[in-house]
């Protein structure tokens, strides 16, 4: 059988975000305005009124004063109408007491969905996939996730990696498996003998091997 997914852009690490316009919850919104000076987390789900979906946006929701914090946005999306979208905000609002005051997309002719990947054929061609999209203040994706329809998301992991992202970015450094805020972190390997030799000398770093090399960063 062959495969439709040529059909379907798929935006990478290191592309910058493919800009739209499009109807939301909060009234008309262009991404590049939204995304002007602010990190933005993109992600899709399935469909409004269903139990996963539910809890997922619920717990963006309940944190996105805490993404504000990190000056980050939030942005969701799904292939469901405007309608949909405000009866499923009010119903939770209703039923769970959280309040989605965040932007949901109406992408009912799945034209933002497809646009970021969204729609992945061997899962469904109808409903989005639960995708999160990661993308820095310049307007370029950092990080993708993508998960399938019957497996919700892990809040604790993306606020992990966007503090990584951040963090990596204001101090030139990598992160380590399972960094966490306050872990060391790693200091990129020498570019010159000059620089190995330097890296040797130094008793700053927690020295595994002159490649790998720790460090804590300043409070």
């Given at each position: 059988?062959?495969?439709?997914?040529?059909?379907?852009a798929?935006?990478?690490?290191g592309?910058m975000a493919?800009d739209?316009?499009?109807?939301?919850?909060?009234?008309?919104?262009k991404?590049?305005?939204?995304?002007?000076?602010?990190?933005?987390i993109?992600?899709s789900?399935?469909?409004d009124?269903?139990?996963v979906c539910?809890?997922?946006?619920?717990?963006f929701?309940q944190?996105?004063?805490?993404?504000?914090?990190?000056?980050?946005?939030?942005?969701?999306?799904?292939?469901?109408?405007?309608h949909?979208?405000?009866?499923?905000?009010?119903?939770?609002?209703?039923k769970?007491?959280?309040?989605?005051?965040?932007?949901?997309?109406?992408?009912?002719?799945?034209?933002v969905s497809k646009?970021y990947?969204?729609?992945?054929?061997?899962?469904?061609?109808?409903?989005?996939?639960?995708?999160?999209?990661f993308?820095?203040?310049?307007?370029?994706?950092?990080?993708?996730?993508?998960?399938?329809?019957?497996?919700g998301?892990?809040?604790?992991?993306?606020f992990?990696?966007l503090?990584?992202?951040?963090v990596?970015?204001?101090?030139?450094?990598?992160?380590?498996?399972?960094?966490?805020?306050?872990?060391?972190?790693?200091?990129?390997?020498?570019?010159t003998?000059k620089?190995?030799?330097?890296?040797?000398?130094s008793?700053?770093?927690?020295?595994?091997?002159f490649?790998?090399?720790?460090?804590?960063?300043?409070?």
């Amino acid at each position: 059988m062959e495969s439709t997914q040529e059909n379907y852009a798929m935006p990478r690490i290191g592309d910058m975000a493919p800009d739209f316009e499009a109807i939301a919850t909060t009234g008309k919104l262009k991404f590049s305005d939204y995304n002007k000076g602010k990190w933005v987390i993109f992600f899709s789900h399935p469909a409004d009124f269903t139990p996963v979906c539910t809890t997922e946006l619920s717990a963006f929701a309940q944190e996105e004063e805490k993404f504000a914090g990190l000056n980050t946005r939030l942005l969701g999306l799904s292939i469901d109408s405007i309608h949909s979208h405000i009866a499923w905000v009010q119903n939770v609002k209703e039923k769970l007491g959280v309040d989605m005051k965040f932007p949901l997309i109406a992408d009912i002719d799945m034209k933002v969905s497809k646009l970021y990947g969204m729609l992945q054929p061997g899962e469904s061609e109808t409903a989005a996939v639960r995708a999160v999209f990661f993308i820095d203040p310049t307007g370029k994706i950092r990080l993708i996730m993508y998960y399938p329809l019957n497996v919700g998301r892990n809040m604790e992991e993306i606020f992990r990696v966007l503090r990584a992202l951040q963090v990596s970015d204001a101090n030139k450094v990598a992160m380590p498996l399972n960094w966490k805020p306050g872990a060391k972190v790693i200091v990129p390997p020498p570019k010159t003998l000059k620089d190995l030799e330097e890296r040797l000398a130094s008793t700053q770093y927690e020295k595994i091997d002159f490649y790998l090399c720790k460090k804590e960063l300043a409070v």
